[in-house]
């Protein structure tokens, strides 16, 4: 085993760029109890000022916290029906 071995980003064994499940409201979700993608009772709804993943998402992902958001697809076409993709979702930051 070489313990000094160089290792390999996430991003290097991917080739792709990160992904952000964070984004901008649309109009038509301006003033509208639920724009995100969390569960029903998750408090983010409420605290976080710009909307994780969507309401009417198709593809599931998690948070670092392992919280469920539901996502779209993206323009990579990195979400799949099939268990052969790994993709992690960025760390909340807190206040």
Do not use: A
């Not at 969390?38 to 976080?48: E, G, N």
């Not at 969507?54 to 539901?70: A, E, S, W």
């Amino acid at each position: 085993m070489n313990l000094g071995r160089e290792r390999q980003t996430v991003r290097e064994l991917s080739n792709q760029p990160r992904y952000n499940s964070y984004r901008n409201l649309t109009k038509q979700e301006s003033g509208q109890t639920f724009v995100s993608g969390f569960p029903k009772d998750d408090s983010r709804h409420k605290k976080l000022k710009v909307p994780y993943g969507f309401v009417d998402g198709t593809f599931i992902g998690f948070m670092d916290d392992n919280t469920p958001v539901r996502l779209k697809q993206e323009v990579n076409n990195r979400h799949s029906d099939f268990p052969n993709r790994v993709w992690f979702s960025p760390r909340l930051q807190k206040h």
